[in-house]
């Protein structure tokens, strides 16, 4: 059994930020990529940004400058700091990771997401 347990969103205004938190727990073996996503109301579920094993990070364009993805392998934590945060950025943050569980299946996981609201 994996969970990933997705924290750390709230109410802020445009141009502030936010430090979202993901924690994978369980019979994991190894975690593959990690990364976060938001789904607007009315909207698609999108990628906002992904970062691999070793460190190698993608993100979406509208988030480029202004979000930083990055991942604690010790703690199978993965984090996103969010900067300079605009009313459009108002979606639920989910989680994903690609986990190796520890009888060597590999499983695609999601966090039960957490909201983020950007006041103009």
């Known amino acids: 059994q994996v969970q990933l347990v997705d924290s750390g969103g709230g109410l802020v205004q445009a141009g502030g930020s936010l430090r979202l938190s993901c924690v994978a727990s369980?019979?994991?073996?190894?975690?593959?990529?990690m990364g976060w996503y938001r789904q607007a109301p009315g909207k698609q579920r999108e990628l906002v940004a992904h970062?691999?094993?070793?460190?190698?990070?993608n993100y979406a364009d509208s988030v480029k400058g202004r979000f930083t993805i990055s991942r604690d392998n010790a703690k199978n934590t993965v984090y996103l700091q969010m900067n300079s945060l605009k009313p459009e950025d108002t979606a639920v943050y989910y989680c994903?990771?690609?986990?190796?569980?520890?009888?060597?299946?590999?499983?695609?996981?999601w966090g039960k997401g957490t909201l983020v609201t950007v006041s103009s």
């Open positions: 994903n990771a690609d986990i190796i569980l520890s009888d060597l299946r590999g499983m695609d996981y």
């Open positions: 369980g019979s994991i073996f190894s975690i593959n990529a």
């Open positions: 970062i691999t094993s070793g460190g190698s990070t």
